[in-house]
C-alpha cells in the first residue's frame, strides 16, 4: 500500500509539473513582452548564472518555435500595415519642393524634405501604402515641413507578419548626437573608467529634440567599439561596421578599415557587427546561418525584432529601421530599399529596439513626453529624457538656423 500511495503522488507531482512548465514559459513570455525591462533584466540575470551562449541558444530556439507556431497558423493571412497611410501622401512625396514662390523669391522657412515612393519589396506581396512615405510632425512646431519621413515594408513573403518600419531623416536640417548609457558599453579603458556617463539627453538640446533610438550591442555580445567626447570606451575591433561622425558634421556608415585613418577627425563613432550593405552591395554572408547579425550565437537567421541604421549614397539621408519578426537578411533589403547604400544592424531583442519622437505633455507643455513611432515597442513616456538609459542611444535634433544661433 504504502508502494503504491508513492507512486500516486508521483504520479500527481509529474502531472503537475507537465502542466506547470508550459504555463510558467507562457507566462515568463507574456511578462517579456508586456512588463517594460522586464526582459532584460531575466535575460541578463540568466547570462550572469548560465553564461552568454546558453542565453543565447535559449533565445535562438525560442525565438524559433514562436516562427514555427506563427507559420503554422498565420501562413495564409494578408500583410498589415502599422499606420494607415493618408491617400494623397504618395502624390505628395512624389511631388517636387517649390524653389520659388510667385514673385521669384524662394519661400521662407525650412525647405520641404521629400522622397519618391520606393513602394513594395514584393508587388504581389505588400499592405496598402507600402513604400509611401508619410511625414512625422514635430508636434511642437506642426506647421513647419517635416524633416522625417516614415514608410514600412514587408520584406519576407515567406511571413506576412514581418514587417520593418525605416525613418527616414533630412540630414541638411537634422543633427544626430550618441550618447553612452549608464552601464553600457562597458569602460575597457583607462580613460573610460574616469568618463562620466550623463546617460540622457543633453538638456541644452530640448528645445530642438525631435527624436530618440536604440544603440548597439552590450559590449559582452562582441565588444564592438565606441568613442564619444574624445574618449574611447571601447577599442575598435577591425571589420566591425562603424557609424561615425566627422568634425565636420558628416556622418558615416563604414566598415572600421575604411574609417580608421579619419580617427583623429571623428567626434564619436559607435560599432556594429559587419556592414549588412556597403557601398550599395550586400554581404555576402548575409544569408548564412551563423555568421553575423546576433548577439553570440543568435544568428542572422533567427526571426526577431531587430534594428538598423543607414545612409544613402550622398550620406544627405539617415534611414533608422525597425523591424518586427525579421532575419539580418529581412531587415538589410528592406533598409536597402529604402534608399540606404550603406546599412549596420544596432540591436535585436523585444526590449531594445525602439524609435520615439518627444512631444509636450497636455498638463505641462514645458515636460517633454517620449511617444513611440507605433504601439508595439517597449518604451516609456520618461524614455532617453529623464531617466538615466542603462545602454547607448542616438538621438536626433534640429540643426540650429542662423535666427536661432544668434538669439
Same mark, same amino acid.
Given at each position: 500500500? /504504502?508502494? =503504491?500511495?508513492?507512486?500516486?503522488?508521483?504520479?500527481?507531482?509529474?502531472a503537475i509539473t507537465v502542466v506547470a512548465i508550459p504555463v510558467l514559459v507562457v507566462a515568463l513570455w507574456i511578462a517579456i513582452h508586456r512588463i517594460p525591462g522586464f526582459g532584460g533584466l531575466?535575460?541578463?540575470?540568466?547570462?550572469?548564472?548560465?553564461?552568454?551562449?546558453?542565453?543565447? &541558444?535559449?533565445?535562438?530556439?525560442?525565438?524559433?518555435?514562436?516562427? &514555427?507556431?506563427?507559420?503554422?497558423?498565420?501562413?495564409?493571412?494578408?500583410?498589415?500595415?502599422?499606420?494607415?497611410?493618408?491617400?494623397?501622401?504618395?502624390?505628395?512625396?512624389a511631388e517636387p519642393p517649390a524653389d520659388a514662390g510667385a514673385d521669384g523669391q524662394a519661400p521662407a522657412g525650412p525647405k520641404p524634405f521629400r522622397l519618391a515612393s520606393v513602394g513594395p519589396v514584393h508587388d504581389a506581396f505588400k499592405a496598402p501604402g507600402d513604400g509611401v512615405w508619410v511625414q512625422v510632425t514635430d508636434a511642437r512646431h506642426?506647421?513647419?515641413?517635416?524633416?522625417?519621413?516614415?514608410?514600412?515594408?514587408?520584406?519576407?513573403?515567406?511571413?506576412?507578419?514581418?514587417?520593418?518600419?525605416?525613418?527616414?531623416?533630412?540630414?541638411?536640417?537634422?543633427? =544626430?548626437?550618441?550618447?553612452?548609457?549608464?552601464?553600457?558599453?562597458?569602460?575597457?579603458?583607462?580613460?573610460?573608467?574616469?568618463?562620466?556617463?550623463?546617460?540622457?539627453?543633453?538638456?541644452?538640446?530640448?528645445?530642438?529634440?525631435?527624436?530618440?533610438?536604440?544603440?548597439?550591442?552590450? /559590449?559582452?555580445?562582441?565588444?564592438?567599439?565606441?568613442?564619444?567626447?574624445?574618449?574611447?570606451?571601447?577599442?575598435?575591433?577591425?571589420? #566591425?561596421?562603424?557609424?561615425?561622425?566627422?568634425?565636420?558634421?558628416?556622418?558615416?556608415?563604414?566598415?572600421?578599415?575604411?574609417?580608421?585613418?579619419?580617427?583623429?577627425?571623428?567626434?564619436?563613432?559607435?560599432?556594429?557587427?559587419?556592414?549588412?550593405?556597403?557601398?550599395?552591395?550586400?554581404?555576402?554572408?548575409?544569408?548564412?546561418?551563423?555568421?553575423?547579425?546576433?548577439?553570440?550565437?543568435?544568428?542572422?537567421?533567427?526571426?526577431?525584432?531587430?534594428?538598423? =541604421?543607414?545612409?544613402?549614397?550622398?550620406?544627405?539621408?539617415?534611414? =533608422?529601421?525597425?523591424?518586427?519578426?525579421?532575419?539580418?537578411?529581412?531587415?538589410?533589403?528592406?533598409?536597402?530599399?529604402?534608399? #540606404?547604400?550603406?546599412?549596420?544592424?544596432?540591436?535585436?531583442?523585444?526590449?531594445?529596439?525602439?524609435?520615439?519622437?518627444?512631444?509636450?505633455? %497636455?498638463?505641462?507643455?514645458?515636460?517633454?513626453?517620449?511617444?513611440?513611432?507605433? %504601439?508595439?515597442?517597449?518604451?516609456?513616456?520618461?524614455?532617453?529624457?529623464?531617466?538615466?538609459?542603462?545602454?547607448?542611444?542616438?538621438?536626433?535634433?534640429?540643426?540650429?538656423?542662423?535666427?536661432?544661433?544668434?538669439?
Amino acid at each position: 500500500m /504504502a508502494w =503504491i500511495r508513492f507512486k500516486s503522488k508521483w504520479r500527481k507531482r509529474l502531472a503537475i509539473t507537465v502542466v506547470a512548465i508550459p504555463v510558467l514559459v507562457v507566462a515568463l513570455w507574456i511578462a517579456i513582452h508586456r512588463i517594460p525591462g522586464f526582459g532584460g533584466l531575466l535575460a541578463d540575470t540568466a547570462r550572469a548564472v548560465f553564461g552568454n551562449e546558453a542565453v543565447a &541558444w535559449m533565445e535562438d530556439t525560442a525565438y524559433g518555435v514562436q516562427d &514555427w507556431l506563427l507559420r503554422k497558423t498565420r501562413s495564409g493571412d494578408e500583410p498589415e500595415a502599422y499606420w494607415e497611410v493618408p491617400p494623397t501622401a504618395a502624390a505628395t512625396a512624389a511631388e517636387p519642393p517649390a524653389d520659388a514662390g510667385a514673385d521669384g523669391q524662394a519661400p521662407a522657412g525650412p525647405k520641404p524634405f521629400r522622397l519618391a515612393s520606393v513602394g513594395p519589396v514584393h508587388d504581389a506581396f505588400k499592405a496598402p501604402g507600402d513604400g509611401v512615405w508619410v511625414q512625422v510632425t514635430d508636434a511642437r512646431h506642426p506647421d513647419e515641413p517635416a524633416r522625417l519621413l516614415k514608410t514600412q515594408l514587408h520584406p519576407d513573403r515567406n511571413r506576412s507578419w514581418t514587417i520593418v518600419a525605416v525613418v527616414a531623416v533630412d540630414l541638411s536640417q537634422v543633427d =544626430i548626437h550618441s550618447v553612452a548609457g549608464r552601464f553600457e558599453p562597458e569602460s575597457r579603458t583607462p580613460e573610460a573608467k574616469k568618463y562620466e556617463r550623463r546617460a540622457t539627453i543633453d538638456p541644452a538640446h530640448h528645445d530642438r529634440l525631435i527624436a530618440g533610438f536604440n544603440g548597439g550591442y552590450k /559590449a559582452t555580445h562582441g565588444y564592438y567599439g565606441m568613442k564619444i567626447d574624445g574618449v574611447v570606451l571601447i577599442p575598435p575591433r577591425p571589420k #566591425a561596421c562603424t557609424v561615425a561622425k566627422y568634425d565636420d558634421g558628416k556622418l558615416a556608415v563604414r566598415s572600421w578599415e575604411a574609417l580608421a585613418n579619419d580617427d583623429e577627425r571623428l567626434v564619436w563613432w559607435r560599432q556594429a557587427p559587419l556592414c549588412m550593405y556597403e557601398q550599395g552591395k550586400p554581404n555576402p554572408v548575409l544569408g548564412m546561418s551563423k555568421l553575423g547579425w546576433g548577439a553570440s550565437s543568435v544568428s542572422g537567421t533567427t526571426v526577431i525584432r531587430r534594428s538598423a =541604421i543607414g545612409l544613402d549614397e550622398e550620406a544627405k539621408v539617415l534611414f =533608422i529601421g525597425i523591424g518586427d519578426h525579421t532575419t539580418g537578411q529581412a531587415i538589410a533589403h528592406a533598409m536597402h530599399h529604402a534608399g #540606404a547604400a550603406h546599412v549596420a544592424q544596432l540591436d535585436v531583442n523585444f526590449s531594445y529596439p525602439k524609435f520615439v519622437t518627444f512631444e509636450p505633455s %497636455e498638463s505641462d507643455p514645458s515636460k517633454l513626453l517620449a511617444v513611440p513611432l507605433t %504601439e508595439h515597442f517597449e518604451y516609456t513616456e520618461d524614455e532617453y529624457i529623464r531617466v538615466r538609459s542603462h545602454r547607448d542611444f542616438f538621438y536626433l535634433v534640429r540643426r540650429e538656423t542662423q535666427t536661432e544661433s544668434d538669439s
